[in-house]
């Protein structure tokens, strides 16, 4: 179950390597997601969430925008604050949509994941 964002990026090239080792490979994702996408090395099981493809766009992008904003010391830890509890909160999100997804976790529990 991986975490989306450089966390993925990582994970990828760990999964290829099972994979050429003779592993099954079975990837739970949230349907709306910033890079993990579908290929023929590992078996997809995605889940829906409360959020569009849009709304994580934009929160990835404000993220990496504030950044670079200017401003006073507080301010900029004060919307960094913000920033990180709202993505805090979509993780959250995330996370509470797959543990309530009675299919999908049934799914699971009876493949031994």
Request: glycine share 4%; with cysteine.
């Amino acid at each position: 179950v991986p975490l989306d964002g450089s966390h993925w990026l990582s994970m990828r090239e760990v999964l290829d390597g099972l994979r050429q080792k003779g592993h099954e490979i079975v990837v739970v994702a949230p349907e709306i997601n910033v890079h993990i996408k579908p290929t023929k090395n590992f078996v997809m099981k995605m889940y829906p969430v409360p959020f569009t493809q849009e709304e994580m766009d934009g929160i990835f992008q404000r993220t990496s925008q504030d950044v670079f904003e200017e401003g006073s010391f507080v301010e900029r830890i004060v919307k960094t604050y913000k920033r990180v509890k709202n993505i805090s909160a979509t993780f959250l999100s995330t996370c509470t949509h797959l543990m309530y997804n009675k299919e999908l976790v049934r799914y699971l529990e009876e493949s031994k994941f």
